[in-house]
């Protein structure tokens, strides 16, 4: 019999729901405006991916985005793409009762059925990648084949360190090493991807999906299909045990339980559900990652967040701001609201330092006696990016057992014409510099910053807007971080001078 592998893509279209319902940005504009990136901007880009590659995948929908975006979500049905549930706004089930998660399936389920044009939906993916202890009984009722939200099988653990911001060929060479592993080890197996438009259909990402798809169409007996026909292939070479199951019951729970320890959006199998309710049963080998890039939440208290802390810098027009929240913390435990993140180097460069407290006081020490014997030789103030590059083979010589520290840099330098050049950069705790012509951003609060600063964030800014474009940036992610806040300091640097200012924040 010949070898049967199949691949295939499931996207999550989150959109706006998933920040209505899980990421606390309802009241930012900047949230909001990712969600819209991922139905008008990233939705048809994939589609038209998938129509170049004449690949059929499936969608997990919560309700609110078809509404939303009810244009691009018919597109997605009328291109051939199986539909599947996932909530209505992305809330989590295992924080609502069996009633309300009732209510949202079966609201959810008559809506799809009319929008596939009397099709009901065959799969479910729970948002969060939560699955209840009750949800596997209330699919089964309505007739759900496949449940994509577990993982008892391969997966990949979110990192702290990179706060999920990765480049796509360090993605892309794990994708590929993983499926050549089971390419030579599985006779057959499944690798289904999970992806998200609001970060899939960024230009950058969408290259290395065409790269990948491209190579792995390189393999004999691969097929990329949509995940029903992948439950549907299991289930045709392993029939469920008739009878009762108490598998259902406390297996999928305790999965859940195990995950939840683990790591929140990592990635999942797809599961497939019997009429004998014998739920879960699996290929044998069965593979499911989502990108790197995508991994926005960790439910493990890291090292990095033990203190707390955010960093963000921005650049405007011949100027350069830095800014840092003021709150020094034991876990959840606040210690002090006076605790300074960034610090002066020269008059003209700053260095913003997020990470464990010790670390961050010996490396300001250590950045500071190193600058000056650099002055000191060179006979000239060091200049921003000379000062980037010490940061990062200081934090290189103790890649082994590196200081839990990200730092961010700002200055003013003076190219060889004498033209002021304004200077941002950012580094994780191994020294890897990623140079920026807008804004950098690091701690406990990155992800929250990255998302307003990409909707507030405009070129050439003068140095009282980019004041009010940082602070509204920095306030907006700290309030929603259990680990930093409690009122921010923000520098403002230009060729002539440095203007900070102390905001107040939120205490509670």
């Given at each position: 019999?010949?070898?049967?592998?199949?691949?295939?893509?499931?996207?999550?279209v989150?959109?706006?729901?998933?920040?209505?319902g899980?990421?606390g940005?309802?009241?930012?504009?900047g949230?909001?405006?990712?969600?819209?990136?991922?139905g008008e901007?990233?939705?048809?880009?994939l589609?038209?991916?998938?129509?170049?590659?004449?690949?059929?995948?499936t969608?997990?929908?919560?309700?609110?985005?078809?509404?939303?975006?009810?244009?691009q979500?018919?597109?997605?049905?009328?291109?051939?793409?199986?539909?599947?549930?996932?909530?209505y706004?992305?809330?989590?089930?295992i924080?609502?009762?069996?009633?309300q998660?009732t209510?949202i399936?079966?609201?959810?389920f008559?809506l799809?059925?009319?929008?596939?044009?009397?099709?009901?939906?065959?799969?479910s993916?729970?948002?969060?990648?939560e699955?209840?202890?009750?949800?596997?009984?209330?699919?089964?009722?309505?007739?759900?084949?496949?449940?994509?939200?577990?993982?008892?099988?391969?997966?990949?653990k979110?990192?702290?360190?990179s706060?999920?911001?990765?480049?796509t060929?360090?993605?892309?060479d794990?994708?590929?090493?993983?499926?050549?592993?089971?390419?030579r080890?599985?006779?057959?197996?499944?690798?289904?991807?999970?992806?998200?438009?609001d970060?899939s259909?960024?230009?950058?990402?969408?290259?290395?999906?065409?790269?990948?798809?491209?190579?792995?169409?390189?393999?004999?007996h691969?097929?990329?299909?949509?995940?029903?026909?992948?439950?549907?292939?299991?289930?045709a070479?392993?029939?469920?045990?008739?009878g009762p199951?108490?598998?259902?019951?406390?297996?999928?729970?305790?999965?859940?339980?195990a995950?939840?320890q683990?790591?929140?959006?990592?990635?999942?199998?797809?599961?497939?559900?019997?009429?004998?309710?014998a739920?879960?049963?699996?290929?044998?080998?069965?593979f499911?990652?989502t990108?790197g890039?995508e991994t926005?939440?960790?439910s493990?208290?890291?090292?990095m967040?033990?203190?707390g802390?955010?960093?963000?810098?921005?650049?405007?027009?011949?100027?350069?701001?830095?800014?840092?929240?003021?709150?020094?913390?034991n876990?959840?435990?606040?210690?002090?609201?006076?605790?300074?993140?960034?610090f002066?180097?020269t008059?003209?460069?700053y260095?913003g330092l997020a990470?464990?407290?010790?670390?961050?006081?010996?490396?300001?020490?250590?950045?500071?006696?190193?600058?000056?014997?650099y002055?000191?030789?060179?006979?000239r103030?060091?200049?921003?990016?000379?000062?980037?590059?010490?940061?990062?083979?200081?934090?290189?010589?103790?890649?082994?057992?590196?200081?839990?520290v990200?730092?961010?840099?700002?200055?003013?330098?003076?190219?060889?014409?004498?033209?002021?050049?304004?200077?941002?950069?950012?580094?994780d705790l191994?020294?890897?510099?990623?140079?920026?012509?807008?804004?950098?951003?690091?701690?406990?609060?990155?992800?929250?910053?990255f998302g307003v600063?990409e909707?507030?964030?405009?070129?050439?800014?003068?140095?009282?807007?980019?004041?009010?474009?940082i602070?509204?940036?920095?306030m907006?992610?700290?309030d929603r971080?259990?680990?930093?806040?409690w009122?921010?300091v923000?520098?403002?640097?230009?060729k002539?001078?440095?203007?900070?200012?102390?905001?107040?924040?939120?205490m509670d």
């Open positions: 019999m010949p070898r049967q592998i199949l691949v295939g893509f499931g996207v999550d989150d959109a706006v729901a998933g920040w209505l899980s990421y940005g309802q009241d930012s504009p949230d909001i405006s990712r969600g819209m990136y991922a901007v990233g939705t048809p880009r589609l038209k991916l998938f129509e170049k590659y004449k690949i059929k995948t969608w997990f929908i919560p309700g609110h985005s078809l509404e939303t975006f009810p244009e979500m018919a597109a997605v049905r009328d291109a051939g793409h199986e539909i599947g549930l996932h909530g706004s992305h809330e989590n089930p924080e609502m009762s069996e009633e998660q209510d399936l079966n609201h959810t008559d799809f059925t009319k929008f596939n044009n009397g099709v009901p939906p065959k799969g993916v729970a948002p969060w990648w699955t209840s202890k009750e949800g596997t009984n209330l699919l089964l009722d309505k007739g759900i084949e496949y449940d994509h939200s577990n993982m008892a099988h391969e997966f990949i979110s990192s702290a360190n706060h999920g911001w990765v480049n060929r360090d993605v892309e794990l994708w590929k090493d993983t499926f050549s592993y089971c390419y080890e599985e006779e057959d197996f499944i690798f289904p991807i999970t992806i998200h438009p970060v259909g960024r230009p950058h990402v969408l290259l290395m999906l065409e790269r990948f798809i491209e190579w792995v169409n390189t393999h004999e691969v097929q990329w299909v949509p995940m029903i026909a992948m439950a549907r292939a299991f289930r070479k392993k029939q469920p045990a008739a199951s108490s598998f259902n019951e406390f297996t999928i729970w305790d999965l859940a339980k995950k939840k683990s790591t929140r959006r990592a990635a999942s199998d797809v599961r497939v559900v019997s009429e004998a309710r739920a879960c049963l699996h290929l044998h080998s069965t499911q990652f990108t890039l926005n939440i960790s493990i208290m890291s090292i967040s033990y203190n802390g955010s960093v963000v810098a921005m650049v405007g027009k011949e100027c350069v701001a830095i800014a840092s929240d003021l709150r020094l913390g876990q959840s435990f606040t210690i002090a609201c006076n605790h300074e993140k960034v002066p180097i008059d003209r460069i260095l990470g464990l407290a010790t670390d961050v006081a010996t490396l300001h020490d250590r950045f500071r006696y190193r600058v000056n014997m002055t000191i030789k060179e006979e103030e060091i200049a921003p990016e000379t000062f980037a590059r010490l940061v990062s083979s200081t934090l290189y010589e103790r890649r082994f057992s590196p200081y839990y990200e730092p961010v840099i700002a200055g003013i330098g003076t190219s060889p014409t004498g033209k002021t050049e304004p200077f941002i950069a950012a580094a191994i020294g890897c510099l990623n140079f920026a012509r807008d804004f950098v951003v690091s701690g406990t609060a990155s992800e929250k910053l600063a909707g507030l964030w405009e070129p050439d800014l003068e140095p009282e807007d980019l004041f009010e474009t602070s509204q940036t920095l907006n992610a700290v971080d259990a680990f930093s806040g009122g921010a923000v520098h403002v640097i230009t002539d001078k440095v203007v900070t200012r102390t905001l107040k924040g939120r």
